[in-house]
């Protein structure tokens, strides 16, 4: 029944058009004589009206085809655009034209500008009846959403601004106005966009924000880098008004800007850099056709790093984690995406040394990626006998598998929290290093280490925390409001773990160049205001105190250290710091009798293996 009903419709509108352009191209023939004696009748000569009634039906026949094969009555005239338009037009005038040459065979007369008022007639009244109901419709929504309609401004006078202001203005079901146009580009000022004014550059945002009653800006600059939508954000921000922008320059490239492609500015927009770019093909030649192994490879820096060894044909991918629903998660997406992928996950633990020595006997792995680790600092605070057995003793037992088993590179992942460390973490951390660093000197295999700063989007990230807190209507909870933090996203840190693998000669610590710190009250404000909400007025902020073992800043490089460059500009290399190694072996068995008997000095322990460490 229903697909009888919209039959039924598409004919009754097809009708319609029919019979309306039958009345139209009559009234066009006959008014092209009234225009052309300005409307007085009795001058008209009757042989010009003899001549026009006489050949009406040939006028109507070749009006009607012509208007068929230029589908004027297949378009859906309530989305009509360009094309629709040319369509018209050409229709019009080759109907006018071939009007003109049949009169001419037919011998019969008409005025010489009969010709030219026919055409434009006929596109005049075709346009009316194309897109009069589009008009209504237009004017049916605009009047719907009045009440309920939400004020936008766009930043981006280009061609990516253009066309969501297109599609925001043809859409049916958009409540959207846009009120103000945002560009910086003086040219483009004062001038008008589909009838919507570009107001002024970014400094002007606030203020007419505030003037057209703003809800909602939209970053339409795809090809802006982070610092530009950095920027932009901070500035936006001030109107409590919701964000949102285009994802990058790529769909504008493909011609895939639209509305559907808006997203809610991300935290990664503040982080005031571009994205790392590492030439992982050139640096990942080194992988094809080896046996790697990645420890932690369930966790958010191991997945990442099986994803992208993946992707790059290994001989085989060995993932070892204890955690089995990560390791069984990341399994089946290896071998969903990678079906010809040998790969090998077990379950074990790092800190079990026979585990560990039959595994590196038995598969000889070429590289290994070390990422397993304990790193939630409150929870090593309170359970630091658990840190030091896994970070430093597991990192101790997976060295020397991998050295006494021939592997040619072992790259740890370290944290700018092994710098100055203020927590058991960090300094189980350090300690890591220095193993790294001292295996290096005895044994054949390439160690280093891989030093940077806090994940994006991994387990325990501050990000995933705010998001909750917001949800669930505030408050954030921010420990202390001078806190600040570095910041990357796991695939900058895992390209930067595979270039050191790359890169590394034995004995360093690679550290990125992450940029501006980010201050963690000024993320949480944002976060606020990127999800819609006034902060103070619609969630609160609450200050709860550093945590156990927390510091206001992290570094990433010690003093002492110094650094040199790598090819990399954004990549630096920690100078070795000279240890009493006879001492630092002698104070580790110490370490591993006391947590082995739960001791109670371990931090006193760890402080004489780690002079820098000062805990709380």
Known sequence: MKKLKLNYKLVTRRAFLLIYDVIAVCCCNFLSLLLRYEFRIDEIPSYFMSAV??????????????FYLFRLYHSLWAYAGISEMQNIIVACFVSAALQGVSLLIFDRDVPKSYYFFNAFLLVAATV???????????????RRNKKNSVSVMIVGAGDAGNTIIKEINSSYFSTMRIRAIIDDDPEKQGKYIQGIRVVGGRDKIVENAALFGIDEIIIAIPSAGRRTIKEIVEIAGQTNCKLRTLPGVYQLVNGEVDVSKLRDVDVE?????????????????????????????GGSIGSELCRQIASHRPKKLIVV?????????IQQELLLAYPDLDMLVLIASVRNTNRMNRIFESYRPDIVYHAAAHKHVPLMEVSP??????????????????AM??????????????VNPTNVMGATKRICEMIIQTFNKYYDTEFVAVRFGNVLGSNGSVIPLFRRQIEAGGPVTVT???????????????????????YAKGGEIFVLDMGEPVKILDLAKNLIRLSGYK???????????????????????????????????????GKPIEIDERQFFVQLKELKTAVEEERDDIRELLQRIVPTYQPQ
């Open 535 to 573: 902060v103070d007025d619609d969630i609160r902020i609450e200050f709860t105190g550093l945590r156990p073992g927390e510091k206001l800043y992290e570094e990433l490089l010690m003093n002492e250290e110094g650094m040199k460059e790598t090819a990399n500009s954004l990549i630096h290399i």
């Open 128 to 142: 009316t009846s194309r897109f009069a109901y589009r008009f209504a419709r237009e004017t049916r929504r605009r």
């Open 385 to 402: 006998d658990e840190a030091v057995k896994n970070n430093v003793f597991g990192t101790w037992k997976t060295a020397q598998a991998a």
């Open 480 to 502: 202390h409001p001078d806190i600040i933090r570095y910041f990357m996203t796991i695939p900058e840190a895992v390209s930067l773990v595979l270039q050191a693998g790359a």
């Open 269 to 297: 927009d503040l982080l005031g850099r571009d994205p790392i770019r590492v030439d992982l093909e050139s640096i990942l030649g080194y992988v094809k056709d080896k046996t790697v192994l990645v420890t932690g490879g």
């Open 405 to 418: 088993n021939g592997v040619k590179k072992f790259v740890m992942i370290s944290t700018d929290k092994a």
């Open 321 to 329: 984690d204890i955690y089995e629903n990560n390791a069984y998660e």
């Open 53 to 66: 009634w006489e050949h009406l039906p040939l006028s109507i026949l070749i009006t009607l085809l012509l």
